[in-house]
């Protein structure tokens, strides 16, 4: 709820200042390309048919791009991940995060603002290197909203709410069975934008 709180001060906060795009704004610049990178926090539950954790804060990070599809939609690939124990170099044996990657798509409802709606689809991967424990890989999808504050031409700042959910390959071994291994993932973050190449349409 803090998270939720602190975007909706966020928005509110660009608005006031003037910061919020004119339509005219919006139209002119849109730039055929866009990349950046994501911050945030999130509230992440790993499970399986045998064992079940509560939600965990995680940090989360990730990297993005794509191509617009003219004013109102663009494509993408995202590639993000949450992190639940650091790794270390000196101890093979500790480190564990979940991440995927995905084709994502952007829409935006109304030409007047700049909210989204996102969409994706694509690999999921967990990494477990604590004795006993095994990694896997499968499917993940994901959907959300966001709202693209410009600072300039080519320069936004969005904060994001997204739901990821997951799921990876059984484990069957002597020591272990494992099966019905997935994840959910509930993020708040920030993702700073930038828009490059020539103009959309042109």
């Known amino acids: 709820m803090r998270h939720a709180l602190a975007i909706l001060i966020f928005i509110i906060g660009m608005t006031t200042l003037g910061v919020k795009p004119a339509l005219a704004q919006i139209n002119q610049n849109l730039r055929a390309w866009w990349a950046g990178g994501e911050i945030g926090e999130g509230q992440l539950s790993l499970s399986s048919d045998q064992v079940h954790r509560d939600r965990t804060p995680t940090f989360a990070l990730g990297i993005f791009g794509g191509h617009r599809l003219g004013d109102q939609a663009r494509v993408g690939l995202e590639m ?33 603002i700049p909210l989204f709606i996102r969409g994706g689809g694509g690999l999921a991967m967990y990494q477990n290197n604590r004795p006993g424990e095994s990694g ?59 828009h490059f190449g020539r103009r959309a349409g042109k």
């Open 80 to 112: 993000n991940g949450w992190l639940l124990q650091a790794s270390n170099l000196n101890d093979p044996t500790v480190g564990e995060s979940v991440s995927n990657v995905l084709g994502v798509i952007d829409v935006f409802p109304t030409r007047k």
């Open 136 to 194: 896997g890989t499968g499917w993940s999808w994901t959907g959300g909203a966001g709202y693209e504050v410009r600072f300039s031409e080519r320069l936004g700042l969005a904060p994001i709410v997204e739901y990821a959910y997951g799921r990876f390959d059984d484990v069957r071994n002597p020591i272990t069975v494992e099966t019905g291994r997935h994840y959910s993932v509930v993020e708040f973050k920030v993702a700073a934008i930038w």
